[in-house]
């Protein structure tokens, strides 16, 4: 097996399987790849399609094929010498429903239940009517409604001898010694018995075992007696008499609370994964978590299926550090008793990790680098132009009505999502907080009004994810970070809170836990810091990515996942900052541009970054389709729908993703293109909470906003308007190509790991989840990559994506012939000269006497003029010129793309002639003389 030199990210699921994959590695080996990097393959809630909603970790999810299939996929990847890397969920478990048996175990027998410890519960909650209780909120509305309309119901399960109750798919077993609350009502003798025999049960292990006999005595007597069993559950039923009551005192001797899925967000006792309800976090620190939560994939491991791993939501772990640490040791273990054929090469691990600015990984972790998130930053930022900002600001602002300062809507959002669908777990953190502060003399007095008011400002100004606070305290890197929230919240808070800051200082994390003598108020402690970092986590992604980045739309390129869009753009130097950090701490860091998780895809991106380019064209366009648009806009009660600012945004996404084979009179596919964005639609205005909400939709405005988008895209009355975006959109497409080439060409040869995502390598115009799983064409690109084409010759048709594969495929290719240039290399940023020196990056990549030298044009979409292909006319270029450092003299560079014309040395080279016939370029200048191909 090769080491890691490139993967594919495929999101498997029931329509896409394992053996789906199976034909397509030819494919990939052939355009370069030497790693599929998999989604989850483990058993996933049924029709999962993405596999985060893990129901059992123990098996390979039968709906992609199972462990047989994938024994089939990495066979054949193994006959290309190729790897898998898996991705997977150590932070939680899909809960409620019927599928997953652990959490159904901890319903059913509450905390004596072996699997109690699994789930991050908090069994003594602050509300008494919650001790020892878990709440269950999935019921539709409220629990007496539902209760007393009938859709909680009893069922007898005649297999196993169970009882359980359900709302619609939910199920909620019975407590085993409450059976006879039940059973007793049957008028049967024999059930009547054995429910006298479940009343006696104890609520502990032995009660457990004596508990399964007497399920089998049901489950034999059950099968003669069913009718009797069905005469007691219509006892119980609410149109019975005093069946209401009844059926509510059944419940209420549960190990749970049933409860309206609203009340999760201020009563939650159990933590999700951020405010999901059917995803409940799991407590991996512990040791049987962590061994029964991984057994499978460190089976798959040790058999030699699985290559390498991907750690999803890295942050929402107590204790990343500590996690990664133990995992690599583990998997260590496990490498020497794998396969012949699959050892030897470095098994990589990855975290998925957002990283803040001027936030770095922790190189302590134990871990080959993160999924590549904060480099799909830094070419966003490369190919934004400064000078476009103030006037896209102005633009948004007078328009919208809103700030443009992003932070400002950061922090107006987390206050919102911590007194909303977080309050629960702020409320949580405040009363443990409150526990420490009543346990000292000199912090007695102090209140849980003051407290709650202090942590929440804390993480309002939170500027980073988390920190990680071990026993010796915190970091210098994390006590900044601290230290500038606690700046932050003194300017919110009144001067009388300020001493509470510094309680709170001292109990997060100021003051080391090893400083305290073992006792609960330490073990009170550190569980605070526990929940507070876990907090600020899911508190930021709220916030910044499903709220922030939907209010707010100065340019919607610099609104994606793990980037800050209040940085709108940045100098070329710090590009090569960031790669040469890379080279040094995480070289074999993963490099992505499009994931399952964007908001839109990589060649939208490009092609809306050209606007910062093009800034006042765009004012003065949105201007004057704005004045067209205006008789499909409605008045509301609450304002104009859709609102300016959702209007704009809608019109930034329309150039950006409108297909480049889209006329504006094709029928059938502006119908097409009006369903994408109109799921789009929906969540962009649901996800920015300001005029309807994912628990409160307001059908009135997103009906209106609907037909907006139908009559702009499909009615006569807009044919005008609809050209003229369309031609607005063709304009800015040839810039935005060559913004995406460029991006290609780059993930792919600076230090790192290239991930291409499933069906980039052809033009990649997709939105937010979940236009971006849609199904692949796989057989199209087969068959362009069949072809052959070189770069120059698939420039003449670039609308079919074509260009962009082939470009991938020779880059790759490259990558192989010249492993150790870009797997260990050294990165030089190359000094450039002359008339369009601040419109070129380039790069040398060097092992030895080998070298790669890389150029790509920048923020360049004024020397394109209006020319009709991605490819900067040779003559704009003027006297621009890169310098050669001193280890390429006497060197003879060969083009990868364009290997018949070896370019000459004279320590420059003349942009002119390096981009003359392809729009980006990669030279390579062996160790060994090579002779030129044609």
């Not at 901890?106 to 991050?120: I, M, N, Q, R, T």
């Not at 998997?331 to 957002?354: D, H, N, T, W």
Request: charged letters at 25%; a negative charge.
């Amino acid at each position: 097996m090769s080491d890691l030199r490139a993967t594919v990210r495929l999101q498997f699921h029931k329509d896409f399987t394992l053996d789906d994959a199976v034909p397509l590695v030819d494919y990939f080996a052939g355009l370069g790849i030497s790693h599929i990097y998999a989604s989850p393959l483990l058993t996933a809630r049924p029709g999962s399609m993405h596999g985060y909603d893990v129901v059992d970790p123990t098996r390979v999810n039968p709906e992609l094929g199972g462990e047989a299939a994938l024994k089939r996929l990495v066979a054949a990847l193994r006959s290309k010498g190729m790897g898998l890397i898996l991705d997977i969920v150590s932070n939680h478990m899909a809960v409620g429903g019927d599928a997953n048996p652990w959490w159904l175990d901890v319903l059913e027998w509450g905390v004596s239940s072996p699997h109690a410890k699994f789930f991050d519960i908090h069994w003594q909650s602050h509300d008494p009517l919650l001790r020892g209780q878990l709440l269950v909120p999935f019921l539709r509305s409220d629990y007496g409604e539902v209760l007393a309309a009938g859709e909680i119901e009893l069922h007898f399960d005649a297999e196993h001898g169970l009882l359980y109750a359900s709302h619609y798919d939910h199920r909620f077993p019975l407590n085993p010694p409450t059976y006879g609350d039940v059973l007793q009502r049957s008028e049967h003798p024999g059930l009547q018995a054995l429910g006298k025999r479940f009343a006696a049960l104890q609520d502990n292990r032995e009660g457990q075992q004596q508990a399964k006999a007497l399920f089998g005595e049901l489950a034999e007597l059950g099968s003669q007696a069913g009718e009797a069993i069905e005469h007691a559950f219509a006892s119980l039923r609410p149109t019975e008499d005093n069946g209401f009551q009844a059926l509510h005192e059944l419940l209420e001797r549960q190990h749970y609370r049933l409860a309206s899925w609203r009340t999760a967000a201020d009563d939650i006792n159990w933590r999700r994964f951020f405010d999901i309800n059917e995803l409940g976090g799991l407590k991996v620190e512990r040791h049987e978590v962590f061994e029964a939560t991984h057994a499978k994939i460190f089976e798959l491991i040790e058999n030699g299926l699985v290559d390498g791993l991907r750690i999803d939501h890295v942050d929402g772990l107590a204790n990343p550090r500590a996690y990664c640490r133990k995992l690599r040791r583990r998997v260590e273990r496990l490498l020497a008793q794998r396969p012949a054929e699959s050892r030897g090469a470095r098994f990589p691990i990855y975290v998925e990790k957002i990283l803040g600015e001027g936030e770095h990984l922790p190189r302590d972790w134990g871990v080959d680098g993160t999924t590549g998130y904060e480099f799909m930053n830094q070419v966003s930022l490369l190919q934004h132009a400064p000078e476009g900002e103030a006037a896209l600001a102005q633009l948004w602002s007078e328009t919208s009505g809103r700030d443009a300062d992003f932070m400002e809507e950061v922090r107006q959002a987390r206050h919102l999502v911590l007194t909303t669908s977080l309050a629960g777990d702020l409320e949580a953190l405040a009363q443990g907080l409150l526990l420490i502060a009543r346990d000292d003399i000199a912090t007695r007095d102090l209140t849980l009004g003051a407290i709650r008011r202090a942590v929440l400002e804390l993480i309002v100004h939170f500027p980073v994810y988390r920190t990680y606070v071990s026993a010796a305290g915190r970091s210098v890197s994390d006590q900044a970070v601290f230290d500038q929230a606690l700046e932050g919240a003194r300017t919110r808070l009144a001067e009388g809170d300020w001493p509470l800051l510094e309680h709170l200082n001292s109990w997060l994390g100021a003051q080391a836990l090893s400083e305290l003598q073992p006792s609960p108020q330490r073990k009170l402690r550190a569980k605070m810091i526990e929940r507070f970092q876990q907090l600020t986590s899911p508190a930021a992604a709220k916030a910044v990515e499903d709220t922030a980045c939907y209010r707010s739309a100065v340019l919607l390129s610099r609104n994606d996942v793990g980037f800050d869009p209040q940085q709108f753009s940045a100098p070329i130097d710090a590009f090569h900052d960031g790669s040469v950090e890379r080279a040094r701490h995480f070289p074999a860091n993963l490099l992505t541009t499009a994931t399952h998780d964007h908001k839109r895809g990589e060649d939208t991106r490009a092609r809306l970054a050209v606007l910062s380019e093009r800034a006042d064209w765009f004012a003065a366009r949105c201007q004057q389709w704005r004045e067209l648009a205006a008789p499909l806009r409605e008045e509301q009660d609450d304002g104009m729908a859709p609102s300016p600012g959702d209007e704009l945004m809608l019109l930034q996404i329309l150039l950006a993703c409108w297909p480049l084979d889209l006329q504006a009179d094709d029928t059938n596919g502006l119908q097409a293109f009006a369903e994408r964005l109109i799921a789009w639609q929906e969540k962009a205005v649901r996800e920015a909470k300001l005029r309807s909400t994912w628990s409160n939709p307001n059908g009135t405005y997103e009906s209106a906003c609907r037909a907006y988008l139908e009559r702009l895209l499909g009615s006569d009355e807009c044919r005008e308007l609809r050209e003229q975006i369309r031609t607005a959109a063709m304009q800015l497409a040839p810039a935005g190509a060559l913004n995406s080439l460029a991006q290609s060409l780059l993930r792919m040869s600076v230090p790192g790991v290239p991930d291409l995502y499933q069906g980039c390598e052809f033009w990649d115009f997709s939105l937010v989840d979940p236009d971006n799983r849609r199904p692949v064409d796989f057989a199209a690109r087969q068959q362009a990559l069949q072809a052959k084409e070189s770069i120059s010759q698939a420039l003449g048709h670039w609308h079919d994506g074509h260009v962009k594969q082939a470009l991938i495929a020779a880059t790759l290719t490259a990558r192989q012939q010249h492993a150790t240039v870009f797997a260990t290399g050294d990165y030089q940023p190359l000094t450039v000269h002359g008339q369009h020196a601040d419109k070129l990056l380039a790069f040398l990549r060097s092992d030895g006497d080998s070298h790669a030298l890389v150029v790509v044009p920048c923020r360049a979409a004024d020397l394109l003029g209006d020319s009709p292909l991605p490819l900067i006319p040779h003559d704009q270029w003027g006297d621009t010129r890169i310098a050669l450092p001193p280890v390429l003299a006497g060197k003879t560079l060969h083009s990868v793309f364009c290997p018949a014309d070896p370019l000459t040395n004279d320590g420059h080279l003349a942009v002119s002639d390096v981009l003359r016939e392809v729009p980006v370029n990669l030279l390579i200048a062996p160790s060994q003389p090579q002779e030129s191909h044609p």
